[in-house]
């Protein structure tokens, strides 16, 4: 007989996020084009260093924490040109041979607070074959199509923070999902792919002097990518804010349930995507802050009738991690470690060293991909009993992005260059 949770995983899958023409195994948006950071890629490269198996690199003009993308053969990328971020850019280039096509650029003429470990342009593009969309906070939403012509752009105001900005667009089906903060306003949008044109746009309601603190003076934020999912048949737009778990209807964002307990005593912060897998879902706040899973289902506040377990204390949660046979491998920033969580009960299996990390694990091949702050890639088995090396694979430049996945090669986000790796 099916216990609950395997009940309710059979009606719970990942919704294709980018819906609409495709092309092969492209890699169209943040963690992937399921946004869960999983990879139906069936052999990918291992091993490689900076003189082993690049295929092409090709420079960057300014360091960002934004990661690539690929889509219909072309590799796209975010990077400032000026140090004050007051142009930002998206980047085009060629899958093949690294060369570089064009480069969009919004002059917003302005500088912006954030934190030295946050440069300009920390937010990952999203793409569907014809257009690409890149989003620049307080410069803008901004869509271009394929040859680098601005196809819209709008003006969502003023998002300020101290630490900056970082969360990534979705594109879902005919329109653009973009989690908008943080900032005074926080709020969660979505606009028509053709035209911008807001569709919807619901806000977090939260309490502070400013948009960087809470009533108490302790930090607030959130720089969660929302995910989408099919639950009970229904696709919804979950997205980890300030305080707690919010998941959306993508026809018209109404609210279809929301979970507390992010808010911690050193703020109310997120930075890291929910991960959902067997009728499970869990959020990991920032900056050490609480850790909740929750059964999936259900209307209203589910606090009291689903969540399963809350961690009040927990490693600092940066990049997010993944859900493979019914266990999370997640990275930690600080300490640089990488768990292995039961996602039922919250209990930590496993902890093993790794290296300060911001990016987010990959799943392909079988196997499990995370860069740290070293530029060094490590490659591991899904092992429920213990952590498995497979490789360490160092580029010697520093990286806080996540790997792109795409026929059979790997795209990595330096400081200094885009690499495409391939055996």
């Known amino acids: 007989m099916m216990n609950r949770y395997s009940q309710l995983a059979a009606c719970i899958t990942f919704a294709i996020v980018v819906v609409g023409r495709t092309y092969g195994e492209d890699w169209p948006g943040f963690r992937g084009p399921t946004g869960n950071g999983i990879s ?44 004050a971020g007051r142009k930002r850019s ?6 093949k041979d690294g060369r570089q096509l064009w480069v969009h650029t919004v002059d917003f003429g302005k500088e912006m607070p954030t934190h030295k470990t946050n440069p300009y342009c920390g937010s990952t593009p999203a793409a ?35 630490w900056g900005y970082g969360t990534s667009p979705v594109i879902y089906k005919d329109r653009v999902i973009l989690h908008s903060g943080p900032g005074v306003r926080n709020f969660v949008a979505a606009f028509d792919l053709q035209t911008g044109k807001t569709i919807w746009e619901v806000d977090e309601l939260q309490k502070g002097k400013d948009g960087s603190s809470r009533e108490d ?29 919010v998941a959306f209807d993508p026809r018209d964002g109404g609210i279809v349930w929301t979970c507390d307990g992010i808010r911690g005593p050193k703020g109310d912060l997120s930075y890291s995507s929910p991960l959902i897998g067997d009728g499970v879902l869990v959020a990991i706040g920032g900056y050490s802050g609480p850790g909740i899973g929750l059964r999936l289902g259900g209307k209203g506040n589910i606090t009291d009738s689903s969540r399963l377990w809350r961690n009040e204390k927990n490693p600092q949660s940066i990049g997010s991690g993944v859900f493979i046979n019914g266990y999370v ?95």
Request: aromatic share 10%; hydrophobic share 35%; with cysteine.
């Open 40 to 83: 139906k890629e069936t052999s990918v490269p291992k091993s490689w260093n900076a003189n082993r198996n690049i295929k092409w690199k090709a420079p960057l003009p300014r360091p960002a924490n934004g990661s690539p993308i690929v889509s219909n053969g072309r590799v796209f990328v975010t990077s400032a040109q000026d140090d």
């Open 90 to 95: 998206l980047y085009c280039f060629n899958r």
């Open 128 to 162: 569907n074959g014809d257009v690409v969309v890149a989003w620049h906070a307080s410069a803008g939403l901004v869509c271009v199509d394929f040859g680098g012509n601005e196809v819209w752009s709008r003006d969502l105001g003023e998002f300020k923070h101290m």
């Open 217 to 245: 003076g302790k930090y607030k934020g959130s720089w969660c990518t929302p995910i989408v999912a099919n639950v009970d048949g229904i696709d919804q737009v979950i997205c980890t804010m300030p305080t707690r778990v």
């Open 329 to 423: 491998y997640r990275p930690n920033a600080k300490p640089g470690t990488i768990e292995c969580l039961d996602p039922k009960t919250g209990e930590i299996i496993w902890t093993e060293r790794s290296g300060t990390s911001w990016g987010s694990i990959v799943h392909v091949a079988g196997k499990c991909y995370l860069t740290n702050q070293e530029g060094e890639t490590l490659v591991f088995e899904p092992n429920a009993d213990k952590y498995e090396a497979v490789s360490s694979n160092p580029l010697g430049e520093p990286s806080n992005s996540t790997p792109a996945v795409s026929d059979g090669q790997i795209f990595i986000r330096t400081f200094e260059h885009l690499y495409c790796i391939g055996e």
